[in-house]
């Protein structure tokens, strides 16, 4: 289940613990998407803190950008333990053009 951030941040995004994260990510590569990066935030009770923790992807190769997203999420996850959410920025193509979507 997505948290969604605007209401406790003032940010349009939407972010999800380790486990769903990953059932997001796979759905992505489903889809053909691209990840183009994503945020790290960390919950403290029901407060969410910025940690300023992100990754990028540049280029258009929907694998390369879902390994990079998985390896940076794992990794941390590994590193920090379950008190983080993570947000997506994902590209998605229709009818041969690219289109941003939101979180």
Same mark, same amino acid.
């Given at each position: 289940m997505g948290i969604? $951030?605007?209401?406790k !941040?003032? &940010?349009y995004e939407i972010g999800w +613990?380790?486990?769903d994260v990953i059932k997001v990510l796979d759905i992505i590569k =489903? +889809?053909?998407? %691209? &990840? $183009?990066?994503?945020?790290v935030y960390e919950l403290n009770g029901? =407060? !969410?803190i910025i %940690?300023?923790?992100?990754w990028s992807f540049s280029g258009s190769n929907f694998i390369k950008s879902f390994e990079k997203a998985s390896k940076y999420i794992n990794n941390y996850y590994k590193n920090n333990?379950?008190?983080?959410?993570?947000?997506? &920025? &994902? /590209? !998605? /193509? /229709?009818?041969n053009t690219q289109k941003s979507a939101p979180n």
């Amino acid at each position: 289940m997505g948290i969604f $951030l605007r209401e406790k !941040i003032g &940010v349009y995004e939407i972010g999800w +613990k380790f486990d769903d994260v990953i059932k997001v990510l796979d759905i992505i590569k =489903e +889809k053909e998407m %691209t &990840v $183009l990066g994503g945020d790290v935030y960390e919950l403290n009770g029901d =407060e !969410i803190i910025i %940690t300023y923790d992100s990754w990028s992807f540049s280029g258009s190769n929907f694998i390369k950008s879902f390994e990079k997203a998985s390896k940076y999420i794992n990794n941390y996850y590994k590193n920090n333990e379950d008190n983080f959410i993570y947000t997506l &920025v &994902v /590209q !998605i /193509q /229709q009818n041969n053009t690219q289109k941003s979507a939101p979180n």
